[in-house]
């Protein structure tokens, strides 16, 4: 834009200030003439307004109030031609025009209004083109400050120089926020509040607010699929189109980085998915192996196995923001958004594992994203105790179970080891009052479901059998086939130092079961 003092510098004789006070600095969007006696209702404001002086009145009152409905419209300058209506300033145009910080010139009888509008238009399209050479000088230098090893916190601080301000960019995940000057910090608490509004209310554009009385504009950071981030800054002065155009440009750099650590974040996710493949199956030689020549962080020592069933088309990213969100057992550690930055995952039959470290370690900020306020109805995890490298896959049938009956929206344990189930299974059937269950299911499942062989060691007929494996599995909720279930209930029951009590009285019920030809009917 141009100022009133450019303009006035460039008209020289033909543009002076009354009174010869010094002009301001201030700019002009235009040059505006009109002989009305209120021209405001075709102005925008900021317009330098040229008049014969016909509309100021007679009266200093008059001229006062022509003049505050200038000041309310936000006229900067009123120029008056002098000629055949005034041919000087009256003194009580000057005193309402000081009152109202308007600026007041003259333009010499004689001389055009027209000589005025042209001038500012010539000045306005020099101007114009400074700001695009300067705008491309400025785009040309953040892009190569996008090709440093320091990218992001070097166009960031480069924007923030352009615009005169400060700048901030916050990642969408648990990445740190970048931001140039330091000072800048004390913002990002009240940035991340807002910026999650925007995030949840859904893609947007751009975005103009206030934070404690000043104005922020903000950008989001997106590819075609994904929102990366979001760009915010506080300019240290009104925007100009040429602004706009840098902030695009950086925008559109930013994307291009994050869509790059994107794609490498795959890559590396994709290697390190092999590495708990590895652990899930047995091979944690093979895994610290991997990991090594793959340059992932050192695997722990002891780690937490956390899985979390999966629907068809669920979002694994998804899934772990909402973890944290579940009701979880009282002896269960607390979880917390880092779960996303968590490459040790591995998708198996209807779940995800994530194998986590045993001591969490310490947040250094708290970035995006934060954990979803309300967990999906549908979905369930369940967390080991810490267990060694080798005793992953050990682990892995306990979580899978535990997966199975937890109830929906809840983090369960796995009751400090994996067969921790199975023991409690064992004193359910051992509490039942009627036949003899623990000693039913350990004959049936020491010959492997074999119903013959089974009731013949028991002594009883085949159909009571039946009928007691399904008081078993409608009393614990399992299936005894289920390898995950007869597995660790198999040594739980040896455990228990009993073959069965083939000698307790049979179950009233077995009667018509195990008989059904034999009629009861009094005779």
Request: glycine letters at 8%; proline letters at 7%.
């Amino acid at each position: 834009m141009v100022s009133l003092l450019e303009l006035s510098t460039e008209l020289g004789s033909h543009l002076v200030s009354v009174g010869g006070r010094a002009l301001t600095s201030r700019r002009i969007s235009g040059v505006h003439v009109s002989e009305l006696e209120d021209p405001t209702p075709y102005l925008e404001g900021g317009e330098l307004l040229l008049t014969t002086g016909m509309p100021l009145g007679s009266t200093p009152a008059a001229t006062e109030a022509y003049v505050a409905r200038l000041r309310t419209k936000g006229v900067p300058a009123l120029g008056i031609g002098l000629g055949p209506w005034l041919t000087q300033v009256p003194a009580y145009v000057s005193h309402a025009c000081e009152g109202a910080n308007i600026d007041l010139l003259t333009v010499p009888d004689g001389v055009p209004f027209q000589n005025v509008s042209r001038a500012f238009w010539g000045l306005s399209a020099r101007s114009d083109q400074a700001d695009l050479m300067g705008s491309l000088g400025t785009q040309t230098a953040l892009a190569r400050a996008a090709m440093r090893p320091d990218a992001i916190s070097a166009v960031v601080r480069g924007l923030a120089q352009a615009l005169g301000g400060w700048a901030a960019y916050l990642p969408t995940d648990s990445g740190a926020e970048t931001y140039w000057p330091a000072a800048a910090e004390s913002w990002i608490p009240l940035l991340r509040a807002d910026t999650l509004r925007f995030l949840r209310l859904g893609p947007h554009s751009a975005a103009t607010f206030e934070l404690n009385g000043q104005p922020v504009v903000e950008y989001p950071i997106a590819t075609s699929d994904r929102i990366h981030g979001f760009l915010a800054m506080g300019p240290g002065r009104a925007l100009t189109a040429a602004d706009r155009q840098v902030i695009v440009t950086v925008c559109t750099l930013l994307a291009i980085k994050a869509k790059q650590r994107e794609v490498a974040s795959n890559a590396t996710g994709t290697l390190a998915a092999s590495v708990a493949k590895l652990l899930l199956h047995g091979q944690p030689e093979a895994a610290r192996m991997l990991s090594e020549d793959l340059g992932l962080q050192d695997l722990p020592s002891r780690v937490r196995l956390l899985g979390l069933r999966m629907q068809p088309g669920d979002d694994v990213a998804l899934l772990a923001r909402a973890a944290p969100s579940l009701r979880r057992e009282a002896e269960l550690p607390e979880l917390d958004s880092t779960l996303t930055s968590c490459l040790l995952r591995h998708e198996e039959a209807g779940a995800v594992y994530l194998v986590l470290p045993a001591t969490p370690a310490r947040r250094t900020s708290d970035a995006f994203p934060t954990p979803l306020a309300d967990a999906p109805g549908e979905l369930v995890g369940a967390l080991s105790e810490p267990v060694s490298l080798s005793e992953v896959a050990a682990t892995v049938p306990a979580v899978r179970q535990a997966l199975r009956h937890a109830p929906a929206g809840s983090l369960v344990s796995t009751g400090g080891g994996h067969d921790a189930q199975a023991h409690k299974w064992v004193d359910t059937l051992a509490a039942h009052p009627r036949a003899d269950l623990v000693g039913t299911v350990t004959e049936y499942l020491r010959h492997r479901g074999n119903w013959e062989n089974a009731s013949r060691s028991l002594g009883v007929h085949r159909n009571s059998v039946r009928h007691r494996i399904g008081v078993v599995q409608s009393l614990l909720g399992v299936n005894l086939d289920d390898p995950d279930v007869f597995a660790p209930l198999w040594l739980a029951l040896r455990g228990h130092g009993t073959q069965g009590d083939t000698h307790r009285g049979p179950d009233p019920q077995e009667h018509h079961a195990a008989h059904p030809d034999v009629s009861t009917r009094r005779r």
